[in-house]
């Protein structure tokens, strides 16, 4: 923390940045014309910039009712890679109405559930490529892929990074045991971005899901309880922190400017490897001033109202239930 607490004040800093050695190249295991093609049925779908790689696990979960396509309306992580024989856990947030899981090929389909914490499982046996969706949500691009084995597939103009791959940049060494981080997920463009809290990582629901993820000045960053654990959001350089909660559908929005960095953990869980970073900007060149930044908070109806409210330069706790107003 020496490193980063020396640099904490600076803002707009003009000093030489740190490359950023994140490898995006084809798989060498199959040949470009063998790819399968995902661009099209992703192509209605929100946040759809890679495909997880989750190989190695023997159970991957995936979030049903995740923020995204206009509501809580997703499939998070949308699109995950897993080996044969790996137990599939769909869990449902409770969030978006009635949600059910549906694999276009027939080879799996849960029941419909709009309760939180309802599990869907599902354990391929064989290498392949299945796209699944919820049934009623389809059609606003509530959908999945399902990649089992090395097939190699294409996303569109997204082509997958080498697995195994680690960035040389790890802020000061901030996030060197963070096990989920392999990128900075390049999330400029978008007005407010979604960071997952509870994900499974670090070996347990215990990551920020992205790790690690570039914003324009001005974007509102939410993260957003996924795990059913106690979490917070804390950056004590900055002094911007969450309560520490329990509870699927809690949030907290923390709006950022300027240049630089933020680098955060949950206070109860940082010592696993459950922290995050956000770049804001082009960098990263320096850690972020606690000028660059401001907090906010509100209640999320069912209609979907602007969630951020009240911002402000001013560092309040703003950690909110995903509810409706009175």
């Not at 099209?40 to 495909?51: A, L, R």
């Not at 024989?85 to 419909?112: P, R």
């Not at 996030?175 to 990582?201: F, P, S, W």
Request: glycine letters at 14%; charged letters at 20%.
């Amino acid at each position: 923390m020496t490193d980063c607490t020396s640099t904490r004040r600076q803002f707009l800093a003009t000093t030489a940045g740190i490359a950023v050695g994140v490898s995006v190249v084809a798989r060498p295991t199959a040949a470009q014309s063998n790819r399968v093609d995902l661009s099209k049925w992703f192509g209605n779908t929100d946040g759809v910039s890679e495909v997880v790689d989750k190989r190695g696990e023997s159970r991957v979960e995936i979030a049903v009712g995740g923020s995204g396509n206009g509501g809580a309306f997703s499939f998070t992580p949308p699109a995950v890679r897993v080996d044969t024989g790996t137990t599939v856990v769909w869990k449902w947030t409770g969030n978006g109405g009635t949600h059910n899981v549906v694999a276009k090929d027939g080879s799996f389909e849960s029941e419909y559930h709009d309760t939180a914490g309802t599990t869907f499982e599902y354990t391929p046996d064989s290498a392949g490529v299945t796209r699944y969706s919820c049934a009623p949500h389809e059609a606003m691009g509530m959908k999945g892929a399902l990649v089992v084995g090395d097939i190699a597939v294409s996303l569109g103009a997204v082509v997958e990074a080498t697995p195994g791959s680690r960035p040389e940049e790890t802020f000061n060494g901030w996030l060197d045991e963070t096990d989920n981080y392999d990128r900075i997920v390049d999330a400029r463009g978008k007005e407010q971005v979604t960071i997952e809290v509870g994900a499974q990582g670090n070996g347990g629901q215990f990551a920020f899901e992205p790790a690690a993820v570039r914003v324009d000045p001005g974007t509102t960053v939410v993260w957003e309880w996924v795990g059913d654990k106690r979490y917070d959001v804390v950056d004590t350089d900055l002094e911007f922190h969450s309560e520490t909660v329990a509870g699927v559908g809690n949030r907290f929005g923390v709006e950022f400017d300027g240049q630089g960095w933020s680098s955060y953990e949950c206070s109860e869980h940082g010592h696993l490897g459950m922290r995050g970073t956000v770049v804001v900007g082009d960098g990263p060149d320096t850690v972020i001033s606690e000028t660059g930044l401001a907090v906010g908070g509100g209640l999320v109806s069912l209609l979907f109202a602007p969630m951020i409210y009240a911002l402000g330069l001013h560092v309040r706790d703003t950690t909110q239930s995903n509810i409706g107003p009175e």
